[in-house]
């Protein structure tokens, strides 16, 4: 059984950093055609905030490039994100997301387990 469990979120002052975790089980991270960060802020549809696809390209909203990165560590199945130079329009529950199949040249990552998200509060 596959399961995502995010870490590390939490409230910071605008201008600040933290870095997001997804420990996962029952499926090997080297193994994934993609994962993601997600995120959802209240009254808002889930957005998708970064991707890192199976052997390591990546693509990021334009809201977040310059600001956030996505990386994995497939020896410790573990997903990051280290978000930096934060800001209160970045406040939302963050959501892990993993694909078996992705394709990178279309920016293509159909999404088959996810996470429970944890939540980021940027304050002004």
């Known amino acids: 059984q596959v399961q995502l469990v995010e870490s590390g979120g939490g409230s910071v002052q605008a201008g600040g950093s933290l870095t997001l975790s997804c420990a996962g089980s029952g499926y090997s991270y080297s193994n994934y055609g993609c994962m993601g960060w997600f995120r959802q802020a209240p009254g808002k549809e889930r957005e998708g905030v970064a991707r890192i696809y199976r052997f390591g390209s990546t693509t990021y909203a334009d809201s977040v490039k310059g600001r956030f990165t996505i990386s994995k560590d497939n020896a410790k199945n573990t997903l990051y994100l280290q978000m930096n130079n934060l800001k209160p329009e970045d406040t939302a529950m963050y959501y892990c997301?993993?694909?078996?199949?992705?394709?990178?040249?279309?920016?293509?990552?159909?999404?088959?387990?996810w996470g429970q998200g944890t939540q980021v509060t940027v304050s002004s």
């Open positions: 997301a993993a694909a078996v199949w992705g394709a990178p040249s279309s920016d293509y990552c159909p999404t088959d387990y």
